[in-house]
C-alpha cells in the first residue's frame, strides 16, 4: 500500500493499520470528485495489502469527519453526466462495501449526509461528544442515495428512517448512540486513541475470522434465517481447518498469547 501524503484523501500506515484521512478541511472535508475517485482507490488498496488488518477512516481539521457532498459541485446536470456521477457514486461506496476487512469510522464533528454514508459503510463507527449527524439531503431535493435510506432502514428499522430522512434533523453523538448508528461515544480528545486502540486490538486477531464473521453479518443479514444459518455453517467450515484456528487453541493449551498469520 502506498501512502498518499498529500491530495484530498490521505493514507498513512501506522503497525497494521492504514489510515484513511478525507483532507480538505476548509471544505469540512466535503466529498468532491478527487474525494469520490481516490476514497475506493485508497480502501482497495489497503485492503488487498497483507501488511494491513484493519482500516480506519477519519477527517482532518478540527470541525468534521465530513460534511456530506460537495454542494459547490452540484449543477444543473444533462442526462449523460448524470449517469457519469451516478456510475462514480456507485463506485466509491461499493469499495466500502466490498472491503473485506474491518472498516472503522472514527468520527468527530459534522458527519452529514454523504459523510453519515460512509460511516455507516464501516463495521464499527467511534464518535467523539461533540459529533453532529444529519442528513441534509430532502431539504436539497435529493435523497441519500449512497446506501443511506437502505442502511438506515436496516440498521433502524422503517420509523427512525422516515424521521430522520424525511425530516433531515440534526442530532449528537449520544442520540446517535441511543438510536443505534454509533457504537461508542468517547471525549472528542480521546477519539484518535480509542480508534487506534480498538484497530490494533482486531488487528491482533485472526483476520480470516474477522473476515467471514463480516461476510456472514453483512451477506447472512440480507438472506433469510435458514439460508443464513447456511451461510454461517459453509463459512465455519472454511475456517475449521485455518492454522489460525489451529494456533488460537495450541496458544490456549501453552498458556500463551497467540501469533496468527492469517491463514
Ligand atoms: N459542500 C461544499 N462546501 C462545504 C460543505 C459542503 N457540503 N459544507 C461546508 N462547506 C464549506 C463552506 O462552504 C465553507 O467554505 P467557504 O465558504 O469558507 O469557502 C466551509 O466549508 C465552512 O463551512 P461554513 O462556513 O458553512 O461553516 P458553519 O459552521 O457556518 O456551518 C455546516 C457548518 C456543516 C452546518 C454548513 O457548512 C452546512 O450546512 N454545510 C452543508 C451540509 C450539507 O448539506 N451537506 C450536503 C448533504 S447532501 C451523489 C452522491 C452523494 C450525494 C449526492 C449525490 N451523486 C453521485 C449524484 C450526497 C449528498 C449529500 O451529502
Not at 478541511?25 to 488488518?53: C, G, K, M, S, T
Not at 448524470?82 to 462514480?88: C, L
Not at 449526509?113 to 467523539?128: F, K, N, Q, S, T
Not at 425530516?167 to 487506534?196: H, I, M, S, Y
Request: net charge neutral; glycine share 8%.
Amino acid at each position: 500500500m502506498l501512502e498518499v501524503t498529500e491530495g484530498a484523501v490521505l493514507v498513512t500506515r501506522r503497525d497494521a493499520v492504514a489510515w484513511i484521512t478525507l483532507n480538505r478541511p476548509d471544505a469540512l472535508n466535503a466529498i468532491n470528485i478527487e474525494i469520490q475517485a481516490r476514497l475506493p482507490a485508497a480502501i482497495r488498496e489497503a485492503d488487498a495489502d497483507p501488511a494491513i488488518r484493519v482500516l480506519v477512516i477519519q477527517g482532518a481539521g478540527p470541525r468534521s469527519f465530513c460534511a456530506g457532498a460537495d454542494i459547490k459541485e452540484f449543477t444543473a446536470v444533462d442526462e449523460p453526466l448524470a449517469r457519469r456521477q451516478s456510475r462514480m457514486r456507485d463506485h466509491w461506496i461499493d469499495a466500502l462495501d466490498q472491503c473485506q476487512k474491518p472498516l472503522i469510522a472514527a468520527i468527530h464533528g459534522f458527519c452529514l449526509g454523504g459523510g453519515l454514508e460512509i460511516a455507516l459503510a464501516c463495521d464499527i463507527r467511534v464518535a467523539a461528544g461533540d459529533a453532529q449527524f444529519a442528513f441534509p439531503e430532502t431539504g436539497l431535493g435529493i435523497i441519500p442515495a449512497a446506501g443511506g435510506t437502505q442502511r438506515v432502514v436496516r440498521m433502524l428499522g422503517w420509523a427512525q428512517a422516515l424521521d430522520l430522512i424525511l425530516t433531515g434533523r440534526r442530532f449528537g453523538a449520544e442520540e446517535a448512540k441511543v438510536l443505534g448508528l454509533v457504537t461508542r461515544v468517547v471525549a472528542p480528545d480521546a477519539l484518535q486513541p480509542a480508534a487506534e486502540e480498538l484497530a490494533l486490538a482486531l488487528a491482533g486477531k485472526p483476520p480470516l475470522a474477522l473476515q467471514f464473521a463480516k461476510e456472514a453479518i453483512r451477506k447472512g443479514g440480507e438472506l433469510d434465517y435458514a439460508a443464513g444459518r447456511r451461510l454461517e455453517t459453509d463459512l465455519l467450515t472454511h475456517l475449521l481447518n485455518t492454522s489460525d484456528r489451529l494456533e488460537a487453541a495450541q496458544a490456549f493449551r501453552e498458556k500463551r498469547p497467540p501469533r496468527f498469520s492469517g491463514r
